[in-house]
């Protein structure tokens, strides 16, 4: 497809399950990123790639939360023992290139519900 | 580290009248990006404006523009002849060009109606 694509759109879970979130960034751009945002909440940075390392992940508030991008496109975020904290949407987003003029263009996100 | 502020959580502005929203940021950079970005109800955050520091000249957009006031550190965006389709939450964010971060620090937001 031409945008970001994110599934699922929406995941419902129990405390303590473990969790994946996709994300296909637009085709070419090497630059992804991860956001959490809570209701009524900015997006909060998690993760950033530049092709298959993590270039930046500082944002990853403990080590339940884990992400990959293996082969430099798509990417999942991955959540161990989630807690009902870790409800919000989960925003992807992707740049041509990380150092470039700015613009990330991002996916509808994946609502995340831990009951 | 560089923060964002948005201290309008809530504006309203009548269809095709002017509204500004403000935005302050603190950083100790000198070179920068800084965006406005548009949250619709569907969910997707659509880039409206950016401005890059180093230019002094105030970017445009169509009915969009910025008053960028470097020294003061705020970067507020008018909306010109609003129209119902510009109801969204609007999000002022920043990028640093050279600090070797390449993340995005959003602010909290602002959600604008328009009113028929």
Known sequence: ?????????????????????????????????WYRQSLGQGPEFLIYFQGTGAADDSGLPNDRFFAVRPEGSVSTLKIQRTERGDSAVYLCASSARLAGTGELFFGEGSRLTVL | AQTVTQSQPEMSVQEAETVTLS????????????????QPPSRQMILVIRQEAYKQQNATENRFSVNFQKAAKSFSLKISDSQLGDA???????????SGTYKYIFGTGTRLKVLA
């Not at chain 1, 599934?7 to 637009?26: F, H, Q």
């Not at chain 2, 969204?88 to 050279?98: G, H, N, V």
Request: charged share 20%; aromatic share 18%.
């Open chain 2, 88 to 98: 969204a939450m609007y999000f002022c964010a920043y990028r640093s060009r050279t």
């Open chain 2, 23 to 38: 935005c302050t940021y603190d950083t100790s950079e000198s070179d920068y990006y800084l965006f406005w970005y548009k």
């Open chain 1, 1 to 33: 497809g031409a945008g970001v694509s994110q599934t699922p759109s929406n995941k419902v879970t129990e405390k303590g399950k473990y969790v994946k979130l996709r994300c296909d960034p637009i085709s070419g751009h090497t630059a992804l990123y």
